[in-house]
């Protein structure tokens, strides 16, 4: 039998006890069982004339159930949590196109193997399913979804544009639509995006382009390489962004509006291949524009 005077030794016991929270939950419930007149382990009611029935039995009863669940279980809780060992630090692998050595290649027989999807899937998505296809360990750099896009608005498939909080934003020209690039809204994990999705014949046309594409991701290797060799990192060792009246006579002008993205292309088209000046972001001129 248990009397309320003895919840100072109760406590002082729980403590000293290895035993799990799960035990307490449990004898918790038992005492408040009983203070119910209820059988704990049948679920049945206490015949009259058991002692749990009598009122202050009743109330002491629930009156240390009361005290397990409000101040001896949250201590065992905290101590457990202070005892329980802190889970080891993963350490991340660098990502791939980090520690990649080699050019990218996609021969037939790997192109062979991806799957066009029925149903239509991200551009960043076409390329996880076309990184899956480089052998593992190969050392091969991966595409980047900037790479694909890259291919894609020289195309006049994409067209960059500037999203809410100023993120830019890859979406489908009147072309891009006809080859079946759309613009999706969806409300991901709380945030509303805006992207592009592929359906099976954007997937083929994107396919169709992987060697401009694959060019791209090798570049990008290459001027990794020319830092490291150079002691750079990043963009360190670049000019800022520049062009030749010489260079200028080459630029394609329209007499239609083109968006100020585009402008940002043909400038940066304008620039030797191996040229070690910083490209142009439309960013840059559409500030310069309204200031």
């Known amino acids: 039998m248990l009397y309320c005077s003895s919840l100072k030794k109760i406590k002082k016991g729980l403590l000293k006890m290895p035993a799990e929270i799960k035990i307490l939950e449990r004898a918790e419930m038992y005492l408040r069982k009983l203070s119910e007149g209820v059988n704990p382990l049948t679920e049945e009611a206490l015949p009259e004339t058991d002692v749990c ?12 159930a009361d005290y397990l669940k409000q101040k001896v279980m949250p201590v065992m809780e905290r101590r457990e949590k202070v005892v329980a060992p802190k889970p080891q630090k993963v350490v991340k692998p660098r990502p791939v196109r980090e520690v990649a050595t080699q ?3 996609f021969t037939p027989e790997m192109l062979s193997k991806f ?12 390329v996880r399913r076309l990184n899956f296809l ?9 595409l980047v979804y900037a790479d694909v896009a890259e291919v894609l608005s020289r195309e006049g498939v994409l067209l960059k544009e500037e999203g809410d909080k100023g993120k830019d934003l890859n979406l489908p020209t ?13 409300d991901i994990r709380g945030h509303h995006s805006i992207y592009t999705k592929c ?3 954007a997937q083929k046309f994107i396919l169709d382009n992987i060697d401009k594409c694959v060019a791209q991701a090798n570049e990008r290797l290459a001027r990794r390489k020319s830092r490291a060799e ?11 962004f520049h062009v030749t009246e010489e260079q ?23 620039l030797p291949q191996d040229s070690n000046v910083e490209k142009i972001y439309f960013k840059a001129i559409r500030d310069w524009f309204v200031a």
């Not at 009147?174 to 969806?186: I, T």
């Open 103 to 105: 050019e990218l290649v």
């Open 230 to 240: 150079l002691g750079e990192t990043g963009r360190s060792g670049k000019e800022k």
């Open 199 to 201: 359906n099976a014949d």
């Open 134 to 142: 480089i052998p593992h360990e190969s050392g091969m750099m991966p």
């Open 53 to 64: 029935k009598q009122e202050r039995i009743s109330k002491c009863l629930t009156y240390v």
């Open 115 to 126: 799957e066009i999807s029925v149903e239509p899937v991200s551009v960043s998505g076409v």
């Open 248 to 270: 200028l006579k080459n630029y394609p002008t329209d007499e239609s509006p083109v968006p100020v993205s585009e402008i940002a292309r043909r400038l940066n088209d304008l």
């Open 174 to 186: 009147p072309r891009g639509e006809e080859l079946g690039f759309a613009k999706v809204e969806a």
